[in-house]
Structure formats: structure tokens, C-alpha cells
DNA sequence: GCCCAGGTGTTTC
DNA sequence: GAAACACATGGG
């Protein structure tokens, strides 16, 4: 079932996600440091496995920049053992941590693209680990191309070229267009992660589609 | 047992 | 450039 032309502005769709799942914040964390793990530490993993991660590194008194700096490669992958990928993601955590302590204080003084470039830079830190510390972290102006947005956005009719980057390129016209605030793009993003596991759970996108008929 | 989950880096055409 | 592959665990 896909929605038939025109397709849907992005307003459009943040409305209607809204209505059916309202609610505030959506990034849950302790700390703005949390956010990067947390960040990290979700790369194609279930967010659970990620809970049990950080409670182990919470629990340990770890989750702060020196506590992970301080951890031996082979102790850290151990706590983190239960959000996969554990000894890549070890090092990714290193070095996340290391830009964190060097350019956090500075990042208020670096433009958006210069603050991504930044995080870019960093080995573990693809398109969409950089947006969503842009984004939570940092409050700028960022939306998150992952995988529940580009299957959303197929099933709503819009041709969602595969990779992360080449779906920010081509479809970022549409983000632009709607002119959205930083606190909405927090919200959305959550709104379609959410909508995505319904839909998974549900088997179909038949709800959000069904939300959207009567808005045009 | 099989498939997927809030990707990224490296290697190889 | 893009495609193929490695990286690891827990839950349905």
C-alpha cells in the first residue's frame, strides 16, 4: 500500500505522526556525554542491547569522559559486550570520547557543517552518529535519515535513493522546506522510530497511512 | 535455527 | 563511486 500523488510535505507527515503518538522529548540520557555513547553504541544494534551497555558503564561509574579514557581496551569491550561489535565499538568509544573532551567546549563556535566535518572526522562517526549528536547534543538543525525514515518515506511514495548520504543529498529540499525548529526535529525523529516499530509490529505502514488521508 | 536491530570502515571491483 | 564484507549480541 503506497499513498498515491501528490506526496505529502514533511509538515505534513510530523503532523500526523504526532497526533497518533504524542509525546515531548525523545533521546532518553543523563548527560549530554550519554547522548554520544548512547549514539555510538546504537549503530545497528537494538536499542536495548544499548541500555545494557550503558548501565554497565553507569553502574561502574564510568560514564563520563575520563571514567571511559581510563578503561583498557579489552575491560571496555567487555561492559559493552552486550551492544554488539563490541571490540570496533570499543575503539569507536575511545575515540568519540577524546573529540569529545578536546572540542566540546569549542562547539558552540563552529557553524553547523563545520561541527559536522568535525564529527565526521572522527573513526566511528558516520552520517548518521554525527546527526544525531548534531542534533540532541548540540540543538542544531539536523534530520536523521535512518532507516526507519527512509522506509517510511518509500512507503509514503518518495524515492529514497539507499545509503544515508545519497537520501540526505537528494531529499534535504523537503526537510528545508518545512522550515522546521530544532525542538521538532527532535520530536520527529522519534515520532518516526516510533512509527516504525509499530508499523514492524503491526506488519504494515497502515496506520500512518491512514493518518495521513485526511490531512491532504 | 534464522533474521533483524536507531551503522561504519575497509576492501575490491 | 558502489557493492561486498567484517564486525557481535540479544530478542522475537
Request: glycine residues 6%.
Amino acid at each position: 500500500m503506497t499513498l498515491t500523488s501528490p506526496l505529502p510535505s514533511f509538515r505534513t507527515i510530523y503532523e500526523a505522526l504526532a497526533v497518533s503518538s504524542p509525546q515531548a522529548k525523545w533521546w532518553p540520557a543523563e548527560s549530554e556525554f550519554e547522548i554520544v555513547i548512547g549514539a555510538v553504541l546504537t549503530q545497528n544494534v537494538a536499542w536495548r542491547n544499548v541500555e545494557y551497555a550503558i548501565t554497565a558503564l553507569r553502574e561502574g561509574g564510568h560514564l563520563h569522559p575520563e571514567g571511559i579514557l581510563a578503561l583498557e581496551h579489552a575491560h571496555l569491550a567487555e561492559l559493552i559486550r552486550p551492544a554488539g561489535y563490541m571490540n570496533v565499538k570499543a575503539r569507536y568509544l575511545h575515540n568519540v570520547t577524546s573529540w569529545f573532551q578536546a572540542n566540546h567546549a569549542l562547539a558552540s563556535s563552529l557553524g553547523d557543517e563545520a561541527l559536522r566535518a568535525s564529527l565526521l572526522a572522527v573513526k566511528g562517526v558516520g552520517p548518521e552518529t554525527a546527526d544525531d549528536i548534531l542534533l540532541y547534543v548540540y540543538r542544531r538543525p539536523a534530520f536523521i535519515w535512518d532507516l526507519y525514515a527512509r522506509r517510511l518515506l518509500t512507503h509514503l511514495g518518495f524515492e529514497v535513493p539507499s545509503t544515508y548520504e545519497a537520501a540526505r543529498r537528494a531529499l534535504s529540499e523537503h526537510v528545508e522546506a518545512a522550515a522546521f525548529s530544532v525542538e521538532e526535529l527532535a520530536v520527529f525523529h522519534g515520532l518516526i522510530v516510533d512509527a516504525g516499530k509499530l508499523a514492524q509490529a503491526e506488519g504494515s505502514y497502515n496506520a500512518v497511512l491512514e493518518s495521513l488521508k485526511g490531512r491532504s
